[in-house]
């Protein structure tokens, strides 16, 4: 018997498919997202909009605060680590958080490399913005990739723009010189040549990062993602119960417009959201790792 | 055809399965996407989410439940607590199809999960297939007119009453197509 199979990690990611993975920041906000059919929740101190607000350094959660979610709910519980702050890691591995999302969201640690993921037995999930950050990030060992969107603005653009542009790079790999690729890429050919052949990554695929409204959620499903992450959106908009419900709805049935119609249709205000235009570039938390 | 309940979960995995043995399948979230359908599997997943959905859809339990008196159902992880006649938590809606005691996330979080070779045997099979136990179920009870269709260590991993099959864990993840075979082609 062995536990540490990369199978094994992706495995769970199987299991989080056609779901809501939502950001909670106390046990009540965690019991509300149980409740809505959450599949899983992200503990974390601050949702991202507020990260953004708050300024200063963010780094890994109090382990108290995701202990305590930890032992009263029954989904699987995921917590955020720097990037490249392996020891981060460690800890939420001891805490056995069921997944680690390295995250752009907090303050990077390192500004040169990743976490070496293949060592953990807890799997990790990470952001990309391209094919080749997703290749980097799955060659590291991540066992899920989400796009970075442009976490806690409740704007939709960055992810859409990350989905598609993997979507249309994995597309063009079918015409191209692979060995070119996976050099570009800085990953071996083997990955790419994978990828290449069954036009998809060889990890599942979510959408994170600005989703706020049932209808974000549809999109990026239709778009390809096969679950979505809601960070600020929920807890941030003026009903996260009814929300939270809706957008579980919405992405079991994203190819009904009558069933997202239905799920949207009682929601009060969503998150009032930023335009891209004003937040500066070196603000933006996509911006952070490659 | 063959249906895989879509709400929630691996489900495009059972689809693979279901193609490599040359079974007609579509994805079913609606009491219409029901018809004429030759049996169902009810993937792995979150249970509590599952539920949350069905029971936004009174009218595709009822379906289920009418399926089930006629053609065989499938159960992986997840799906396996939720055709159980009992589990430990009350919020996860049980159907009932298999006369078991189950319970949740047995084994402890997901750095408990690991990769295991089962026994699958019965009058005429006798098979060991490779699986992955993900945050896996337990079987914790019986009743007599269950079959005990594969162990894992001594405890029981899958069973089947009538043709209806429930398993702990996901043969389906390493393209293990034995169980689908038995429940849906009448592999003997």
Do not use: W
């Amino acid at each position: 018997m062995t536990k540490d199979t990369f199978k094994v990690k992706v495995g769970l990611a199987e299991m989080l498919k056609g779901g809501v993975i939502m950001d909670v920041t106390n046990l009540e906000q965690a019991k509300i997202a149980e409740d809505a059919g959450a599949v899983s929740v992200m503990a974390l101190e601050r949702i991202p909009s507020d990260i953004r607000k708050d300024g200063g350094v963010a780094r890994m959660s109090n382990p108290h605060m995701i202990k305590e979610i930890q032992d009263n709910v029954s989904i699987p519980v995921m917590a955020k680590c720097r990037i490249g702050h392996f020891a981060e890691a460690q800890i939420l591995e001891a805490l056995e958080v069921d997944f680690i999302d390295e995250s752009e969201v907090l303050t990077m640690a390192d500004e040169y490399a990743h976490v070496d993921k293949h060592p953990f037995k807890v799997p990790f999930v990470c952001g990309a913005r391209n094919l080749g950050e997703a290749l980097r990030r799955i060659n590291e060992g991540a066992a899920l990739i989400r796009t970075k969107g442009e976490a806690g603005s409740g704007n939709i653009v960055e992810a859409v723009r990350h989905m598609k542009m993997i979507t249309s790079q994995i597309i063009e790999l079918q015409d191209a010189d692979l060995s070119k690729k996976a050099e570009e890429f800085r990953v071996p050919l083997d990955l790419v040549e994978e990828v290449a052949q069954n036009q998809k990554l060889t990890v599942p695929n979510f959408a994170a990062g600005g989703i706020a409204t049932p209808a974000d959620a549809s999109l990026m499903m239709q778009l390809g993602a096969e679950t979505v992450f809601v960070g600020s959106g929920i807890f941030k908009s003026d009903d996260p119960s009814e929300r939270a419900h809706a957008i579980v709805k919405a992405v079991t049935h994203f190819k009904s417009a009558k069933d997202v119609l239905t799920a949207s249709y009682d929601l009060k205000d969503a998150m009032k959201g930023i335009l891209m235009s004003d937040i500066p570039e070196d603000e933006k938390f996509s911006n952070r790792g490659d | 055809m063959i249906g895989v309940l879509a709400l929630q979960g691996n489900f495009d995995s059972h689809i693979k399965i279901l193609e490599k043995i040359n079974l007609n399948h579509k994805l079913v979230k609606t009491i219409d996407d029901l018809n004429s359908l030759n049996g169902l599997i009810i993937p792995g997943g979150e249970s509590t989410t599952i539920t949350n959905l069905l029971r936004r859809n009174q009218s595709l339990i009822d379906g289920i439940n009418n399926l089930s008196q006629h053609k065989p159902i499938l159960g992986s992880c997840a799906g396996l607590i939720l055709m159980s006649k009992e589990s430990n938590d009350s919020r996860v809606h049980n159907f009932g199809f298999l006369d078991i005691i189950t319970s949740r996330n047995a084994y402890g979080r997901q750095v408990h999960s690991f990769e295991a070779s089962i026994k699958v045997k019965n009058d005429t099979i006798s098979s060991d297939i490779q699986v992955l136990f993900i945050r896996a179920p337990k079987v914790d009870e019986v009743n007599r007119s269950v079959d005990i269709l594969a162990t894992f260590k001594q405890e029981i991993v899958a069973v089947r009453q009538g043709k209806h099959i429930g398993i702990s864990c996901h043969p389906e993840l390493l393209d293990e197509t034995l169980i689908h075979e038995i429940c849906f082609k009448g592999k003997k």
